[in-house]
Nanobody, 127 residues
């Protein structure tokens, strides 16, 4: 069993930055790839990033490359999402989700395979 709690969202002006955190509780954190997803009102959920259990491997959706950076600190059971040069289109509810992987090098964050989800944190980009 794993429990995920996101934080770090808020209201930010365009061009600003935020660092979201996803803190996990439970066993075997290293065995889980962690994905960040977001959902804006009226839009489908989309994946932002994925990081392997070890943290050595990361992937990003093509539209997210360059402004989004994910990292993790397994000692703190925390995964981060740094978002730079925020745009109004980034306004959404951001979630983290954990997918069990057979080894800590696997980078795989599929919504249907992610067993644990946090409740999310709201990011609003506006003047």
């Amino acid at each position: 069993q794993m429990h995920l709690v996101e934080s770090g969202g808020g209201l930010v002006q365009p061009g600003g930055s935020l660092r979201l955190s996803c803190v996990a509780s439970g066993f075997g954190f290293d065995n889980y790839a962690i994905g960040w997803f977001r959902q804006a009102p009226g839009r489908e959920r989309e994946r932002v990033s994925c990081i392997s259990g070890s943290g050595a491997g990361t992937t990003y959706e093509d539209s997210m490359k360059g402004r989004f950076t994910t990292s993790r600190d397994n000692a703190r059971k925390t995964v981060y999402l740094q978002i730079d040069s925020l745009e109004p289109e980034d306004t959404a509810h951001y979630f983290c989700a954990a997918q069990w992987t057979p080894n800590s090098a696997v980078v795989s964050c599929e919504p249907y395979a992610s067993l644990y989800w946090g409740k999310g944190t709201q990011v609003t980009v506006s003047t």
